[in-house]
């Protein structure tokens, strides 16, 4: 079973941990950033900070300087308000103290991640050239010097490429890279490589295997992809009968799980033959429906097999502000998490062998993923 931590009533936008696990962050989708560490079985917010003037988008922890960077953005009524800058916060004594960072855009922030390395030392290079539109993801090659970023779409009337992988080389302050199957050249800024799923959807998340040899990305035509560039970039595309995916993370060479509209993580297989094969869902959970019993009056988790119950007038109005369910049953879905999705991260273990990952969603649950636990409930699941 999943470790499940029901947190707050409403979203989480995205979180992050440190470099223990034993505080982590989250953005209860508006403008503060609340820090939990645990005490006893329980999680407990720590602290809470309120630097954002808007909606808090994207966060990151990185693991070696132990400092939290931020950055956010809001959609006003009327018109789009951007937080046109990022916080980098440093834990002294007992708070958190923000550093601001200059990131010289004219729009808003939507995503930030720390590099492997994560310098403590960092200053706004842009890159700008071919990207046309709003980036959504990123993601660092293990390298420290390549970065993917998944952006919604390209100019009108062009082919989609939707997905491109650019060197992060800044050569006064890092020494000169190895060459990759990505390419040996890397001027900073360079596009190294570009790929499409071929359907025109924007992308929503993307992630490099422990290698840094292939590629993935979700796009919201509810496809998946992988690109295998030490295969000469070959790229397998699966448009499933899924809702979109809005998170993916390889947990080995070949294992991929994603996360989103459907509530549940998907694990995907992608072989060296450039196959990628669907496998199976990762969450076992019972559907039940809440309700009162009629034998007892009480209030009680019911599962379909329970004798006849009738519902009280707090379960239907219950149903009509949290579901807009205008019936009387109250009916949990088959899944831990009761709503999307919205961020997979790596908890436990190292890139190159995921044994725990975390997942966040809409329903304001965190949950801890076993891969071990997986495989001994899941009949013939293997992370390969």
């Not at 223990?20 to 900070?49: C, M």
């Not at 601001?100 to 842009?126: D, E, F, M, Q």
């Not at 436990?348 to 949950?367: C, H, I, P, W, Y």
Request: a neutral charge; glycine letters at 8%.
């Amino acid at each position: 079973m999943p470790e499940v931590h029901q947190l707050i009533p409403g979203p989480i936008t995205c979180h992050c941990w440190n470099g223990d696990r034993s505080r982590f962050a989250i953005s209860p989708n508006n403008t503060e950033v609340h820090i939990y560490t645990k005490k006893g079985s329980k999680w407990e917010v720590q602290h809470v900070l309120s630097e954002h003037g808007q909606k808090v988008t994207g966060m990151d922890w990185a693991p070696k300087s132990d400092r939290l960077v931020t950055c956010g953005a809001l959609v006003d009524k009327c018109m789009y308000l951007q937080d046109r800058n990022a916080y980098v916060w440093t834990f002294a004594g007992e708070e958190w103290k923000p550093s601001l960072v200059i990131l010289r855009i004219n729009r808003a922030a939507t995503t930030v991640r720390w590099s492997p390395l994560g310098y403590c030392k960092w200053v706004s290079k842009h890159i700008k050239k071919p990207l046309r539109s709003t980036v959504l993801g990123i993601d660092w090659h293990p390298n420290n010097y390549l970065l993917a970023a998944a952006a919604v779409t390209s100019r009108p009337g062009s082919t989609p490429l939707n997905h491109r992988v650019f060197s992060g080389y800044v050569k006064e302050i890092e020494e000169k890279p190895e060459a990759t199957c990505w390419g040996k050249k890397m001027t900073f800024g360079a596009c190294m490589a570009e790929f499409s799923n071929g359907g025109g959807g924007w992308v929503h998340s993307v992630s490099f295997s422990p290698s840094g040899n292939k590629l993935a990305w979700v796009g919201h035509d509810s496809s998946v992809s992988v690109a295998n560039q030490a295969a000469d970039g070959q790229v397998s595309t699966v448009m499933h009968s899924y809702l979109p995916y809005l998170s993916c993370l390889f947990l080995t060479e070949n294992s991929l799980v994603a996360a989103g509209y459907d509530c549940c993580p998907v694990l995907w297989m992608h072989d060296d033959a450039g196959s990628l094969t669907y496998i199976n869902k990762l969450d076992t959970a019972e559907k039940k429906t809440k309700g009162v019993c009629e034998a007892c009056s009480s209030s009680i988790t019911l599962f379909p097999f329970h004798p006849p119950f009738f519902f009280s007038a707090m379960d239907k109005f219950k149903g009509l502000d949290n579901r807009a369910n205008a019936g009387g049953r109250d009916v949990e879905l088959d899944s831990t998490h009761q709503n999307a999705i919205s961020e997979i991260l790596l908890h436990t273990g190292s890139r190159e062998n995921v044994s725990k990952f975390a997942t966040v969603g809409v329903d304001g649950q965190l949950v801890i993923w076993d891969c071990k636990s997986l495989e001994s409930s899941i009949a013939g699941l293997r992370f390969k």
